[in-house]
């Protein structure tokens, strides 16, 4: 069993930037994919970033890349995604997700367990 609590959301204006944190308990964690995704008010969960579990591979939506940036920590048991020039349409929450195992980091029928997520709001 994994339990994953995100913080670090907040209201933000256009170009600013957030660290999001995701804490996760258990000894497993160099175990996990660990995955971002974000859900804005009326859409589906998007894809945002995911990390490998010995960190040497990254994966980001077309839409974040260049601005997103994923890691982790295995001293903290903690996964962050630093979000540099932030745009309106980032606005939803976030959540991070783990996964044993997947084929498509992308999909989020794949992750095993998931957090209640953080708001991110930013504002034009």
């Known amino acids: 069993q994994v339990q994953l609590v995100e913080s670090g959301g907040g209201l933000v204006q256009a170009g600013g930037s957030l660290r999001l944190s995701c804490a996760a308990s258990?000894?497993?964690?160099?175990?996990?994919?660990m995955g971002w995704f974000r859900q804005a008010p009326g859409k589906g969960r998007e894809f945002v970033a995911a990390?490998?579990?010995?960190?040497?591979?990254?994966n980001y939506a077309d839409s974040v890349k260049g601005r997103f940036t994923i890691s982790r920590n295995y001293a903290t048991n903690t996964v962050y995604l630093q979000i540099n020039s932030l745009k309106p349409e980032d606005t939803a929450v976030y959540h991070c997700?783990?996964?044993?195992?997947?084929?498509?980091?992308?999909?989020?029928?794949?992750?095993?367990?998931w957090g209640q997520g953080t708001q991110v709001t930013v504002s034009s």
């Open positions: 997700a783990a996964a044993l195992s997947l084929r498509n980091a992308a999909s989020p029928g794949e992750y095993d367990y």
């Open positions: 258990g000894r497993t964690f160099s175990s996990y994919v």
């Open positions: 990390i490998s579990w010995n960190g040497a591979n990254r």
